[in-house]
């Protein structure tokens, strides 16, 4: 397959460029022993009107050494050097793919969230001591449900409330409550964590939950729930209502340095969603309109965008084709990585030789991307279980493997969802392939 790189000019001299010009050291994840027996189930703690109170373990603040659940090993089947850092049976999730997962600039203390005292609690972990320290003691935490600014402020949700920890003075405080009737979505915030953003959406009985992921996906769509993105001033406490509609908003990503842009998706599947990509602009104070970013057609679908650390929106993007072949007319799939500025303008986009992977992130500078699939080619039938590194050349994305998760991708919080570390050196990620969700660390220049 020939591949070429296009892009576009500066957006000061051409806008809305036609897409269609784009498209012409674990050893065990295989080998070390796993977990002998299956971690106890855990239930919520009782509910208590203040999220400071102390929950089993002692709440807030508390502090316990997990040396022994640091493994380091080298995957078997790439190389690399991976560390476990959770084991004891418990479920510890990182944050969400969009989100930082470390505090300060290198891969020394990272955030997650665990049931370890009974309920779900975010923790900050010490890596070279093994400290792991209690930030919440809330009643209705849940992973993904949380983000991380530069500055070590974790916003997180307890069940309608919206809160901010200090992870260093463990200083914490409500920011704001969504009206009742409404759920929140996963929180977003600057870089700087001067503002947190979010979508709350109408709640609304379903008939169609069997206990799979994503089962009552398209019923939840048709229902065209009400939804509200906010935007909150975590310094003046200032709440402010950018958008709102009769469609099931999630996804919402602030911009990392100009808060004024929001973007969000409509959420349903790429079968039922026509357009997935909105952006609005606070700034906008007379009619205030959410504008289609990157205005889909028949055939096409995007998933898992993201906000690049240079302000640029990452996502990847797929094309149904037609071709005749011995048969007739056949449908067939092309698959992308694919960038843009928040004004619309395409920069570029690759394509993959094989399937694409399920989340991605870009490192600093955007000139590595990392997924929590790794497919080598065509006929590749093993790499859904692996995590991958992606470069761009050519029009094309080469993939290579880092390390093997192994995860069976059953819920939200089994997904690998990988992201870098500030100095890029390390990958984080889940896996539930020990039986219980675990976050693990492999190093990206080991490979």
Not at 10 to 21: A, H, S, V, W, Y
Not at 41 to 64: D, I
Not at 210 to 217: C, E, H, L, Q, V
């Amino acid at each position: 397959m020939l591949c070429h790189t296009v892009y576009t000019p500066d957006p000061r001299t051409r806008k809305g460029l036609d897409r269609r010009l784009f498209l012409g050291r674990i050893a065990a994840f295989g080998g070390a022993a796993a977990l002998t027996a299956s971690g106890p189930r855990y239930s919520r703690a009782a509910e208590s009107p203040a999220a400071s109170l102390p929950v089993r373990n002692g709440g807030r603040g508390a502090t316990q050494n997990i040396r022994g659940e640091i493994k380091e090993y080298k995957d078997p089947k790439t190389g690399a050097r991976v560390r476990r850092l959770t084991g004891n049976g418990s479920n510890n999730v990182h944050p969400y793919f969009t989100s930082r997962a470390f505090v300060g600039d290198n891969a020394d203390r990272t955030i997650f969230v665990s049931n370890r005292s009974g309920a779900y609690q975010w923790h900050l972990l010490e890596i070279p001591a093994a400290k792991l320290v209690q930030l919440t003691g809330g009643e209705k935490l849940s992973p993904n449900m949380a983000c991380l600014a530069r500055n070590g402020r974790l916003f997180y949700f307890d069940g309608p409330a919206l809160r901010v920890v200090n992870v260093d003075t463990l200083e914490d405080r409500e920011l704001y409550r969504v009206p009742t009737g409404f759920r929140p979505a996963l929180p977003t915030c600057t870089s700087d964590g001067r503002y947190v953003a979010f979508a709350y959406c109408e709640e609304t009985a379903l008939s169609t939950e069997t206990g799979r992921i994503y089962s009552t996906m398209h019923e939840r769509y048709y229902q065209h729930p009400r939804s509200v993105v906010m935007r909150i001033d975590a310094d003046k406490g200032d709440a402010v209502a950018a958008w709102g509609e009769t469609a099931w908003i999630s996804h919402v990503l602030i911009h990392p340095t100009q808060p004024n842009l929001i973007l969000f998706c409509h959420e349903g599947g790429s079968t039922c969603v026509a357009q997935r990509m909105w952006i609005v602009d606070l700034n906008d104070t007379q009619m205030r309109k959410a504008s289609p970013l990157y205005p889909q057609k028949p055939g096409e679908s995007c998933v898992h965008e993201y906000w690049t650390q240079q302000g640029e929106v990452g996502f990847q993007y797929s094309l149904d084709r037609e071709r005749k072949g011995e048969k007739g007319v056949e449908t067939f799939r092309e698959e992308y990585n694919a960038f843009i500025r928040p004004d619309g303008t395409w920069i570029r986009q690759y394509r993959f030789a094989a399937g694409r992977p399920g989340h991605i992130q870009s490192n600093s500078d955007n000139t590595l991307v990392v997924g929590d699939r790794a497919y080598l080619g065509p006929d590749d039938k093993e790499g859904g279980a692996y995590i991958g590194l992606m470069t761009h050349v050519n029009g094309c994305v080469q993939v290579r493997r880092l390390a093997w998760h192994g995860t069976s991708w059953r819920t939200q919080a089994s997904h690998g969802h990988p992201s870098f570390s500030p100095d890029d050196k390390w990958v984080i990620y889940n896996s539930d392939a020990e039986k219980s969700d675990n976050v693990y660390m492999a190093e990206v220049g080991s490979v």
